[in-house]
């Protein structure tokens, strides 16, 4: 299925991103206020710029990436999403990480500012927390919302 798409900006991104601070954690969950996981927020973001959603997930573990070893984070990500240079993420661009190097990518945020990013990560609310140097380290792609402008 298709949805219409129309032209956001970055600063669009962050704002909606924002409004997720504090939404309590919830594993597959995507609803502000209410809760929601890191894809969950990512999804939610997709959600209030450009409605429907490309594709609804599967329903998935807490250790679905490591009992299947594929990057499938990665995979929705660049079916979905803008890949761009991972060496210079712009506010709005969401980031995705592995928490180990030999593990696939399984956590997602979104970069707020040059230095911060929002995220929802279990036991604690979304948040806007420092782009600190691990996770920097931990940084496996960047990409953008689709037709994203300014």
């Known amino acids: 299925m298709s949805c219409e798409r129309r032209s956001v900006t970055r600063a669009d991104v962050v704002r909606q991103a924002r409004t997720w601070i504090g939404t309590p954690y919830h594993h597959q969950a995507s609803l502000a206020g209410v ?7 990512v999804r939610g973001v997709w959600r209030a710029l450009y409605g429907r959603e490309p594709a609804a997930p599967p329903p998935y ?3 679905w990436a490591e009992a299947s070893g594929r990057e499938t984070l990665l995979d929705a990500a ?10 210079d993420p712009q506010p709005g661009d969401v980031l995705v ?18 230095a911060t990013m929002i995220h ?17 380290r931990r940084l ?4 953008s919302f689709p037709e994203i402008t300014g």
């Open 35 to 41: 809760g929601t996981d890191c894809v969950g927020l």
């Open 120 to 136: 929802a990560t279990e036991g604690a609310p979304v948040a806007e927390v420092a782009f600190a140097p691990w996770w920097r």
């Open 97 to 114: 990480f592995r928490h180990r190097p030999s593990l696939p990518a399984k956590h997602a945020a979104i970069l707020a500012t040059a």
């Open 61 to 63: 573990t807490r250790d």
């Open 78 to 87: 660049g079916r979905h999403l803008v890949e761009v240079n991972r060496a």
């Open 140 to 143: 496996a792609g960047v990409y």
